[in-house]
């Protein structure tokens, strides 16, 4: 990416806003295409914290050119076209609803215009992975507690039983899973991310959900 705007900036700024857009969208489908193949391969930490990773690197990229990431795209609407062809049996029709006249004189291709900001879909993007990347990790940390709650069943009104203490106690293995799951994520986080600032946030956002 940054090989390519270097290229990129050297051209008329139209020719490298247009082209660096394509460029932006370009490696985010691609990384979208990475991620997928990692979590089959290795899981769902190493998919989301490596799209997360390349998202903010990508953002980090773009900033020392100062991109106008915003262009906007002029397109033909052609609405009415469609709507014509779907009413051929009355082209030719002597009546008011004549489809063909209509178009000819009430009807024309619509000239639309549409804003793109690819940095705004790179924002977005991080955004999304970032979400989806702390609900699995609130899922992942505490499923074997939940499941343990599940099954817990005691009345408050009534005296425990032994049988119930011993359900008690078996609450140490869904703790124990819980802080192993914490530190493998930790690592994890510190391998992909390598920023301690980034990685607070986000076990913020974590320790929020639990």
Known sequence: LNDSLCFFSKQQKLTFQGLSQEVLIA????????SLKIRERKGSIDSYLFIIKYLLIIREQITPFQIDTSIKEVYLDFTAVIDLIQKRENLFSLTTNNALLKFIFESSPQVNEKIVDSQKAVDNK?????????????EYLTDEIRLFIMD???DDKQTMTNEQMNEMLR???PL???VERKELLTKSMSLYLANVETEAIIFKQINVSL
């Open 27 to 34: 490696c985010i489908e691609s990384l979208e295409s990475a």
């Open 152 to 154: 817990l069943k005691i």
């Open 126 to 138: 991080i955004k999304e992975k970032c979400e989806e990347f702390i609900q699995f990790c609130v």
């Open 171 to 173: 609450l140490k293995m």
């Open 176 to 178: 124990k899973t819980y």
